[in-house]
């Protein structure tokens, strides 16, 4: 973004929403350990649906080449 003369705040992602429960189901997978993931009601306050809007950033030539699994297996180890 830096190099496209790009100021202000841009969110860079994968465009696609990700649930706390997919996020805890890929962390298992690339752990190795069989976690438990547990699973509680809501509470006050917490977000209900969130996820970056790339839309300015799809503007400026942004292209999302990331794999969340991937990334988090990257960083994992």
Same mark, same amino acid.
């Given at each position: 973004?830096?190099? #496209? ?5 841009? +969110?860079?992602?994968?465009? !696609? /929403?990700?649930?706390?429960? /997919?996020?805890? $189901?890929?962390? !298992? ?9 547990? $699973?509680?009601?809501?509470?006050? =306050?917490?977000? #209900? $649906?969130? &996820?970056? +809007?790339?839309? #300015?950033?799809?503007?400026? =030539?942004y292209t999302p080449t990331t794999n969340?699994?991937?990334?988090? !297996? #990257? &960083?994992?180890?």
């Amino acid at each position: 973004m830096l190099e #496209r003369g790009a100021t202000g705040i841009y +969110n860079c992602g994968t465009g !696609r /929403q990700t649930s706390i429960n /997919q996020l805890a $189901h890929i962390v !298992r997978e690339i752990s190795g350990k069989a976690l438990e993931i547990v $699973h509680d009601k809501p509470r006050e =306050g917490d977000i #209900r $649906h969130s &996820y970056a +809007n790339i839309d #300015r950033a799809l503007k400026l =030539g942004y292209t999302p080449t990331t794999n969340l699994k991937e990334d988090l !297996r #990257r &960083y994992f180890f």
